[in-house]
């Protein structure tokens, strides 16, 4: 996996261990005919309300848990609810999908619109916001059936905290076609979905251009891998189980040039929690991709253990170009870290241009005040190109959970929108106190970025290394995608580097040299053009990332703007 747990697990204070199964409903008495509302849960989200939003926890990847302590230098981008979009896609009844709504867009639909179903998605942070929703659904639309999914249905009890009249656990499109009499088991449409929006780095926001980001597709859900802490995992079945929605490559790369048709994209954020370990499955999209000479980009998570199933060049061929991988700690047990030198792997991943996106768990169990500065020391030595920490964190639902729950080690007295391992601590821990949570959490945070610098600038590294080592490869597929890359890092991202260079001289001059030292690199392999645009665009760009400094400085925030798009849409006789 690894978007997962290791890096992502929020947990859930006195509530209970969650149950598994998932109840099996009637069919709705209007079948395909009932007028369905699916929407995420309200904003504004980065600020602190009674609902549970947090300004720590704003509805953003990377700055919420990845770049949050990189300033003007964090990748800023918002993502949509894609559950929520694939069940849409999924079923025959008008359907409508209200992304990110204001609490007041939130009731002008359904009063503005008439729904039978209003089917709620949340995770166990939302659970005030899915509490709050039920109550408007009930006051302004009395009649709608309320159904609620997502990981929110993993908390024991849910029901008795909230005014629902379905709960949904695990996999929600063969639930949602089961309910309104649809064959569950046909096969899996994928939406169009663009990846990233409203892009924003240094003060800068990227246009929304088709074609200008990837296009996420989304092969699976949940991982056979069963680690301990992951929510992911245990919310669709558990050790040795998962959802696959397309089995075989040949499916895939089916989806994936429909998409690319309709998003003129060439990269695709692959939303599967190990997409490597599928080895069958990958090997036969490479085919695919290579007799259709397709250069595609992918982005991917999968442990170390499945990336080593493949020889560095048969990544490079599949495309792989990012790599979302659990590292967890040097010396933790999980069986998809052994046996692998993690430091040599993320040298090797990188030196072919693939660039490589840590995570490390804060808080073990074998972590004291005495260890766990050398254990984060350790994991900012590997040099990844991002990094994300994340606190240990019990989650309902997941063996971990149980264990503490078992030792009576949970913490009863905490808000589920606190719980989300950015914080702090929601058990007692043998060593390390609740506060010293966040501060050994925040300094990791911290230390990765004083001391490897911007994480744009890493990516620049290791483009230019994948660029020298494959820009005269045999197979025109890969010239061509570090083709497209060298156009970004000989422009733009070099006038970036001479800004990073400037201003990282206020925080660590040593990293200022290094990246001084790679901007000269750069501009010896593109003289003219990488020059020329250091000279013009680099002063825009210090304005403007100081511009945005001292915007955050002063506490700005941004928030993802609100979807509403329907489907087989009629309107209500
Ligand atoms: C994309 C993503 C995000 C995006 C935004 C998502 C959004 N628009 O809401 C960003 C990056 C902003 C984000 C933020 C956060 N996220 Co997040 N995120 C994900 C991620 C990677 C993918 C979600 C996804 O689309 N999966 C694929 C779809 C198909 O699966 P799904 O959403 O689970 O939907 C299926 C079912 O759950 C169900 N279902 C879902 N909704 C509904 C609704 C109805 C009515 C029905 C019937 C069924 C149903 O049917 C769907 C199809 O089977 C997941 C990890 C993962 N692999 O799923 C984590 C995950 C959902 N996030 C998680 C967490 C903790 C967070 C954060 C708190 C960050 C943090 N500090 O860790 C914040 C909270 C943001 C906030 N303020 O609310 C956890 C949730 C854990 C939990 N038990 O609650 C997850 C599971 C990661 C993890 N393993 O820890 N996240
Ligand atoms: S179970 Fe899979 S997705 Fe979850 S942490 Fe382990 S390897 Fe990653």
Redesign the pocket.
């Known amino acids: 996996?690894n978007?997962?747990?290791d890096?992502?697990?929020?947990g859930m204070g006195s509530i209970t261990q969650g149950s598994k199964e998932t109840e099996t409903p009637g069919i709705h008495p209007k079948g395909t005919h009932a007028r369905v509302l699916?929407s995420?849960?309200f904003g504004p989200?980065a600020q602190d309300d009674e609902f549970g939003?947090?300004a720590i926890?704003?509805?953003?990847?990377y700055h919420?848990?990845v770049t949050r302590a990189q300033g003007s230098f964090s990748l800023r981008m918002?993502?949509?609810?894609?559950?929520?979009m694939?069940?849409q896609e999924n079923i025959s009844a008008p359907c409508s999908v209200l992304?990110?709504p204001t609490r007041e867009a939130f009731a002008r639909e359904l009063t503005t619109q008439h729904y039978d179903v209003v089917?709620?998605?949340g995770?166990?942070?939302?659970l005030g916001k899915v509490r709050e929703m039920c109550r408007m659904v009930r006051e302004l639309s009395p009649d709608s059936t309320i159904?609620?999914?997502?990981?929110?249905?993993?908390v024991a009890g849910l029901e008795t905290m909230i005014d629902a009249d379905h709960i949904?656990r695990?996999?929600?499109?063969s639930?949602?076609r089961r309910y309104l009499g649809e064959d569950e088991h046909a096969p899996i449409r994928h939406p169009a979905i663009v990846s990233g929006i409203d892009t924003r780095i240094m003060g800068i926001r990227l246009p929304n251009r088709k074609g200008g980001t990837a296009a996420t597709i989304?092969p699976s859900?949940g991982c056979p891998m069963g680690c301990n802490f992951?929510?992911?995992s245990a919310?669709f079945g558990g050790k040795g189980k998962f959802?696959n929605f397309y089995e075989t490559g040949d499916e895939l790369f089916d989806v994936m040039c429909g998409i690319e048709a309709e998003l003129k994209v060439h990269s695709f954020f692959v939303?599967d929690?190990n997409f490597l370990l599928h080895r069958k499955r990958a090997m036969q999209l490479l085919e695919r991709m290579k007799q259709a000479g397709k250069s595609w980009e992918l982005s991917i998570f999968a442990s170390a253990n499945a990336i080593r199933k493949y020889t560095m060049l048969e990544l490079v061929e599949l495309g792989v170009s990012w790599v979302w991988m659990g590292l967890e700690s040097p010396k933790s047990s999980y069986s998809k870290l052994q046996g692998e030198d993690i430091g040599q792997l993320t040298r090797e991943l990188r030196e072919h241009g693939i660039r490589v996106q840590g995570s490390t768990i804060v808080g073990l169990e074998h972590h004291t005040p005495d260890n766990i500065a050398e254990e984060i020391e350790s994991a900012v030595a590997y040099q990844t190109d991002f990094h994300q920490f994340?606190l240990y964190t019990p989650?309902?639902?997941t063996p971990l959970y149980q264990e503490m729950s078992d030792q009576g080690r949970l913490l009863n007295d905490i808000d589920p929108a606190d719980i989300?391992?950015?914080f702090k601590f929601n058990f007692r821990h043998a060593a390390i106190s609740r506060d010293d949570s966040k501060r050994f959490l925040d300094w990791a945070f911290w230390r990765d970025f004083e001391s490897n610098g911007p994480s744009l600038y890493r990516m620049c590294q290791t483009m230019l290394k994948g660029w020298r080592r494959y820009k005269d490869h045999p197979d025109p597929r890969v010239r061509e995608r570090f083709t497209r890359e060298e156009k970004k890092l000989s422009s733009a991202y070099n006038a970036a580097l001479w800004v990073m260079e400037k201003e990282f001289k206020k925080v660590n001059r040593t990293v200022s040299d290094r990246i001084h030292k790679l901007r000269r690199e750069v501009e010896k392999e593109f003289p003219i053009v990488a020059r020329l645009t250091a000279a013009l665009l680099g002063p825009i760009l210090l304005w403007s990332t100081r511009r945005e400094e001292s915007r955050l400085a002063k506490g700005r925030t941004y928030e993802?703007p609100t979807f509403i798009e329907r489907r087989n849409w009629v309107p209500a006789s």
């Open positions: 996996m978007y997962s747990p890096h992502y697990p929020p699916l995420s849960v989200y939003s947090r926890n704003p509805m953003e990847l919420n848990q918002f993502h949509r609810s894609w559950g929520i694939m069940i992304d990110f089917g709620i998605s995770i166990i942070v939302n159904v609620v999914g997502g990981h929110v249905a993993a949904v695990g996999e929600g499109i639930w949602m989304i859900v992951c929510t992911t919310f959802v939303m929690e994340m989650v309902p639902g989300h391992g950015q993802p």
